[in-house]
């Protein structure tokens, strides 16, 4: 049943690419031939190792990443390496500096805090999240350890389309939601990290991408198996690995590149975002209360002129195999993620069933002017 | 090819039944008619939901937890608890007891020092962790918060029989390689531990049972994902949880329950581990050190009595398909994991295997008398 006509609009996990799936499956039982499924695989062998590596080079080729930069693979998601994050970058004294974009911006903030002064460079509270916060207003520490973006937003909508110039403190990044959506100046960042379960394969893995020069010795708090300087230093056999979550990983980068890698899903992921906020702004049955130049790519929020409508909307939505439009439950209204595996026939879909939706409920007329 | 001829004798991750392996590939585009793939599905819908709470059903049932037990799927494996365990079940000021049986013990020892100060109640070095050691000489801190065993040297082939009596002391097990291998005394135990790579899934997800009475605010500098307090309190929904990696944990206990509970699997664990030891016993080409009453039903560990021909043995095994028999590298010689996955067929294979090995290497004979 997962066919055509079922689109999923989850904010994570959700879609995966149909390939990946279908080359999963095929191969679950016996894995390169190796007459192991990739369950059964034990990390210290070559059957494994050659897939981790392989899946390390084509995301090196992918992202272009120099090689001063190190990969690694965790258990975990985003959530754990906001704690891990200060024990990692920083001296048992440092602080940091973190912007305030929306709902896991704060989160990051509020974990840091229990580590490390965390100086709130700048907030996007008095704007209600509908925008970033304005770049005049940052007010930056020179004696932060690092300075922290939540790339996008993915219950508020909102993405930095332009990197912040932080002044020679390193940038560090969650990219969880957006990682792989479009090409990365990566010389701009000292760490990028990115739960899976977006872009990237299934939830339960992170990927941290970390600048050799700010690797250092983890506080001693810290779990060694979680100790960046551990795991690099270990080639990320520290302790056994999620192996199939790497595998399924590897199977993404392979199907990014014969897409045509960062740039053709960057055109890809605009010309759908695009379709949606338009057929949005032009419509007064819905409404989209992100500033424009502000507006995530990746995950699409917005909501209903008849707010009662809203849980009838998603219903209605789900029988036609348009699912998980609901918005974050801390942010409400409804939201459509389009990560790089969402077709863009599944956003015309989508297109097609709101204005239908609009038009049954008697205000489908589009805005003049 | 992953057909009868195939038999994985890996430490783990390691061999999965059969049937769990063909259902999750069965259903990997459509998981439960939902129209997604299990990778696909957000961890706060019904859908997911339903997986997580029949796999937390069918696991008690399996294991008869009395209500006053709580089960945590964690991401990582049991390194990492080895760093939680004593943050989140000590006062900062406490200590703790531990049994050191082998190789994963040390391991679990070496981490909780960097957190509390350990009493070292036991060690088995002196009899070059060939046995567990000897109880009479346990000496055990009445005001220890736990005592720590390794209910199953993975790499050293030894496995409690018997549950030793820690005086009211909590008892708080790594189970990592013989959880639901056989049945529980649970009311014994504190909290039990085990990375699931071995008898319940794949890599990057760890279980914790935990008794109700143990919880309490995990340390400072714990992160909040890995306080089992906060993942308790949240219903184990803090953060995503490792989805996939809960749905085939959940397909295995229901194979273990089809397959007839943790009695069944005891029986057939024994007899396979039985056939095994009294076949190298028998001989004179191959020998087991470890001593009889503590030798593990899941992990044989045994050597050839010329250990030149070690390689040659292994990569004639796997050229038959007999894959990863070579023993632990921190200890050498050859092993035979036997998970409950592992079929009797499997055995005789192996032992037919090393029969005509070790008569094609000139030293078949047995033993006299």
């Known amino acids: 049943m997962h066919a055509s006509a079922v689109y999923n609009f989850a904010a994570g996990p959700g879609v995966m690419p149909q390939e990946?799936?279908?080359?999963?499956?095929?191969?679950?039982?016996?894995?390169?031939?190796?007459?192991?499924?990739?369950?059964?695989?034990?990390?210290?062998?070559?059957?494994?190792?050659?897939?981790?590596?392989?899946?390390r080079r084509d995301l090196r080729e992918l992202v272009g990443l120099p090689p001063n930069y190190r990969v690694l693979f965790l258990p975990g998601g985003a959530s754990t390496q906001f704690s891990l994050l200060p024990m990692n970058l920083l001296p048992p004294d440092g602080r940091a500096d973190y912007v305030d974009s929306g709902h896991w911006s704060r989160k990051a903030i509020a974990e840091a805090r229990r580590y490390?002064?965390?100086?709130?460079?700048?907030?996007?509270?008095?704007y209600g999240y509908r925008r970033l916060p304005c770049r005049r207003h940052w007010r930056l520490d020179p004696g932060a350890g690092y300075c922290h973006i939540t790339s996008n937003e993915t219950a508020d909508g909102l993405a930095y389309h332009r990197l912040p110039d932080t002044r020679g403190?390193?940038?560090?990044?969650?990219m969880t939601s957006d990682f792989l959506s479009r090409p990365?100046?990566?010389?701009?960042?000292?760490?990028?990290?990115?739960?899976?379960?977006?872009?990237?394969?299934?939830?339960?893995?992170?990927?941290?991408i970390i600048r050799d020069d700010l690797l250092r010795a983890a506080w001693p708090a810290c779990p060694t198996a979680f100790s960046y300087r551990v795991q690099v230093d270990s080639d990320n056999r520290f302790n056994t690995p999620p192996t199939q979550a790497i595998y399924l990983a590897g199977l993404v980068f392979r199907w990014l590149r014969s897409q045509g890698g960062l740039g053709a899903m960057a055109a890809r992921n605009r010309r759908k975002s695009e379709a949606l906020y338009a057929f949005i702004d032009a419509s007064d049955f819905y409404a989209c209360a992100q500033r424009v130049a502000d507006r995530s790519r990746m995950n699409v929020?917005?909501?209903?002129?008849?707010?009662?409508?809203?849980?009838e909307f998603v219903a209605q939505a789900r029988r036609q195999g348009l699912l998980n439009l609901q918005g974050h439950a801390a942010v409400g209204g409804l939201r459509a993620s389009l990560y790089n595996a969402m077709p863009e026939a599944g956003v015309e879909a989508l297109i097609a069933f709101m204005a239908a939706f609009a038009a049954r409920h008697g205000r489908s007329r589009r805005r003049c002017g």
């Open 301 to 311: 929020c917005f909501h209903l002129a008849v707010p009662s409508l809203t849980a």
């Open 184 to 208: 990365l100046d990566i010389e701009r960042f000292g760490v990028i990290y990115a739960g899976a379960q977006k872009n990237i394969g299934p939830a339960g893995l992170t990927l941290v």
């Open 20 to 55: 990946v799936l279908l080359e999963a499956q095929r191969e679950l039982l016996d894995c390169r031939r190796s007459g192991m499924s990739i369950l059964e695989m034990p990390f210290t062998g070559e059957a494994f190792q050659d897939i981790a590596d392989q899946a």
């Open 169 to 174: 403190v390193p940038l560090v990044a969650d």
């Open 116 to 126: 490390v002064p965390v100086n709130v460079a700048a907030s996007g509270a008095r």
